[in-house]
């Protein structure tokens, strides 16, 4: 059979390569272990040495007791000791004893994000409003406990906590979950690392972002339409490939459980949602760089339907040389929806709706945002929303120009006046309200704890 | 057997090993180091041996530099990183964790930390929060500017390239050796040259030159920044003012991206002059290398105080 020898060729050459390879390590190692019990040979012959010359000295009369050596190197006004005496082998109990963090193994941080809007009493009354059910209040939208750190050489952990005020069933309660615990397995060969467990998924630009992490108060509305207000978080795997080429290409590919219920909502991994998403990056010189990312998601809904998502995201920043923060960003994303909805209806009039045809809804959606930070501290722009909505018909739209203020990199104040219109299908509700159009004023704070790392680019 | 796939097998095979070339005894040592005095020293120590990059250019604020995926693909390829270990490179975490190599993950073979075993000034005693700023817990991190440190930190270095080219070590340790030599000659002649002016009082923008001033004998009378990564407040600004002209500080120090407008404020107000300085390696023209940093240094204050 042809088939059968052609795998077992590729896997020979395969392992023939990774076996010459990895030739140069082996002897590598060998040379280490050799280099290693020379210097220990060198040591001990120093040791013996010094062993004949203290029983060769006279015994010293009482003297008091030497000071331990200076936990630091001598003043300007006393005796300097050369590079030369530096250089010389030293015993390092006379050097400063690390503390500080890490001696906990592991990181702790805690971000708060609150918000605040005020809107018309109509779309309160319609509960359409960006913080739907949570209208004309300020309130936590999100405060997480990170824990993240290593678990060992070979991966590293990440256990994320929130506590929301959230509104279900038209109630308003105060939510504590598990965002996020997944693992990342950190060594594997070829460039690739593979993380599971519970965690955001690298679709598009914007949805696998803390809420903090946005650019503005609110997501864009592609989003909170195509993944809802929780983003697109699922469990499973990610596997992340960095190619050995001359230009940034990561590649990502998971197998979820498909858990999203706006988007998705199957949960099974017998028909699970896969995703892919390919990003690259290019410096336009020293001040400028912009990346650009294409995404792709298939899965199945609740009921059993094909639903499919492409996206294209584009970011560029601006940094001018000597300055330290980016003036000026630029980015956008668009995000298209292909998915069968079942046509439900009761043809009988006997009350229990059947399924009466599946039809195919496609919706597009996409935003985009510039901003401009002329002062560390300042920062100023505006975001276009436009989109259609991925299973209904109609479609909305919304310009958000914000103001931030952000004292130090821990503290961060934001107000935006968010301008959105909607097609008259969602216009009412059943307490009457009406949110064809909202006026809204956004306000948020967010304060970092403890450790927080550095936001990607 | 189909020859064409024979073919096609070879030439995958051809363009893996191509793509992921072996640290072979002829290959130099590809290094990434995460700030442009490390990068000076890990050419001083490998020459020729080694291909060293930074992260970070010299004329940047070590404490802001950007998160871009191009700094990933630098270290995708490197056989060793070297990093500063007490926080002033805090950024490079999610540079090299993104970056794929598992040859460079804290506590591989190809991982240095620069600061080990070195003798760290300003550890924050006491309640420790970010009331003082954007402290560093464990100390002043900017320990590159004082060249006694040399020693140490090159020493760290080279057990670092020996690990990962053992054949090289005693070719590397004779080079670190003479880099060192050169470095105690240069040191003592900076000495001299600064003997003069042992004692005077600077301000610094910020809290970065404690290293610097400690060594060649200069004094440290305050700082822009009362605390780090914070902008001074007006009453900060008006008391250092006030304290430069009763002890009649003669300069203020600054980096290339201080604030400017604060920095000449400053010194008009408080009666010294302004001198910025390079607060690494490539952060002026012509400072090519560590010892050229010292060089420049040690000219331009003197110019400045006499």
């Known amino acids: 059979m042809r088939a059968p020898n052609w795998y077992l060729l590729i896997s020979l050459l395969s392992g023939l390569v990774w076996a010459s390879s990895s030739q140069p390590a082996l002897s590598g190692e060998l040379e280490a272990l050799k280099h290693e019990l020379e210097q220990m040979k060198q040591s001990m012959e120093a040791l013996q040495e010094r062993i004949k010359r203290l029983e060769a000295m006279p015994a010293p009369a009482a003297q008091s007791v030497a000071q331990p050596p200076a936990a630091s190197p001598p003043t300007p006004g006393g005796a300097q000791p050369s590079i030369a005496e530096l250089a010389r082998p030293r015993e390092p109990f006379s050097l400063y004893e690390r503390r500080g963090p890490g001696q906990l193994l592991f990181d702790i941080g805690i971000v ?59 109630q308003r309660a105060t939510e504590t979950k598990l965002a996020e615990a997944h693992l990342t397995l950190l060594t594997l060969p070829f460039g690739t690392k593979l993380s ?32 809802g207000e929780e983003q697109f978080r699922e469990s499973g795997l990610e596997l992340a490939w960095l190619p050995p080429l001359p230009f940034y290409l990561e590649a990502l590919l998971g197998v979820f459980n498909g858990d999203n219920e706006v988007a998705f909502g199957r949960g099974s991994l017998k028909d699970p949602l896969l995703t892919g998403r390919l990003r690259t990056f290019f410096d336009l010189g020293e001040s400028g760089a912009i990346q650009v990312g294409l995404s792709g998601a298939t899965g199945e809904t609740g009921e059993g339907r094909r639903s499919i998502l492409a996206g294209f995201d584009a970011k560029y920043k601006l940094t001018p040389v000597g300055w330290r923060h980016t003036l000026f960003t630029l980015a ?6 292909n998915r069968r909805v079942d046509v439900l209806g009761d043809p009988d009039g006997d ?44 479609s909305e739209w919304a310009l958000e120009p914000y103001l931030a203020f952000m004292p130090s990199d821990f503290l961060r104040f934001r107000l935006g006046y968010k301008h959105a219109e909607r097609s008259r299908n969602l216009t009412r509700s059943q307490s009457g309200g009406s949110a064809g159009i909202s006026d809204e004023i956004l306000f948020q704070a967010t304060f970092f704890l403890g450790a927080h790392q550095p936001h990607p680019f | 057997m189909n020859l064409r796939r024979i ?71 490197a056989d060793l990183v070297v990093r500063n270990g007490l926080g002033l490179d805090f950024w490079a975490e999610p540079l090299i964790a993104g970056a794929h190599n598992p040859k460079i993950l804290p506590g591989a073979a190809g991982y240095v930390d620069a600061s080990r075993l070195v003798p760290v000034l300003g550890v924050p005693t006491g309640k420790l929060d970010r009331s003082l700023g954007d402290v560093h817990p464990e100390g002043d991190p900017h320990f ?26 005693g070719l590397l340790e004779s080079r670190r050796k003479e880099f060192l030599d050169r470095l105690q000659e240069a040191l003592e002649r900076w000495q001299k040259m600064l003997a003069p002016f042992k004692g005077t009082r ?18 440290l009378a305050g700082t822009v920044e009362d605390k780090p990564g914070i902008p001074p407040s007006p009453a900060h600004l008006a ?32 009666g010294a002059k302004l001198l910025i300085l390079p607060p690494a390696v490539g952060g002026a023209k012509g400072v090519v290398s560590y010892l050229d940093l010292f060089e420049y240094t040690v000219a331009a204050l003197i110019q400045a105080l006499r």
Request: with cysteine; hydrophobic share 45%; glycine share 8%.
């Open chain 1, 112 to 170: 708060g994000d609150l918000v605040g809007n005020v809107v018309q009493r109509s779309v309160e009354a319609a509960q359409g409003g960006t913080f739907a059910g949570r209208e004309n209040r300020f309130f936590p939208r999100e405060v997480e406990v990170n824990l993240f750190g290593r678990i060992d050489p070979y991966a590293e952990g990440r256990v994320r906590f929130e506590f929301a005020e959230e509104f279900e069933d038209g």
């Open chain 1, 351 to 394: 009350g229990v709706e059947t399924i009466l045809d599946t039809q195919t809804w496609e919706g597009f959606g996409w935003y985009a945002y510039g901003e401009i930070q002329p002062w560390k501290r300042w920062a100023a722009g505006v975001r276009y929303d436009w989109t259609q909505f991925p299973a209904d018909p109609g």
């Open chain 1, 332 to 337: 956008g994303e668009a995000i298209y929806s």
């Open chain 2, 144 to 169: 590159t500017l004082d060249p006694l440190m040399a020693p140490q930190v090159t020493a760290n270095i080279l057990e670092g390239l020996a690990r990962v080219a053992p054949q090289q070590a």
């Open chain 2, 239 to 270: 008391g250092l003012m006030r304290k430069m002209k009763e002890q009649k500080v003669p300069l203020l120090i600054a980096d290339p991206f201080s604030d400017r407008k604060v920095a000449e404020l400053v010194a008009k107000e408080g």
């Open chain 2, 7 to 77: 073919y096609l097998a070879c030439f995958i095979s051809v363009v893996a090993s191509w793509l992921e070339p072996a640290l072979s005894e002829a290959a130099n040592i590809r290094v990434v180091a995460t700030l442009p005095d490390l990068k000076a020293l890990t050419e001083a120590v490998g020459g020729d041996l080694v291909e060293v990059e930074s992260l970070a250019r010299g004329d940047q604020n070590a404490h802001d530099i950007e998160v871009r995926p191009s700094l990933m693909l630098r270290l995708r390829r």
């Open chain 2, 202 to 219: 600077v301000v610094t923008y910020h809290d970065n030159r404690l290293y610097f001033l400690r060594r060649f004998g200069l004094e």
């Open chain 1, 196 to 227: 599971m467990g519970q965690l955001p998924v690298r679709f598009g630009l914007l949805s696998h972002l803390h809420r903090e992490a946005l650019p503005q108060p609110d997501p864009p509305q592609v989003l909170l339409r195509f993944f």
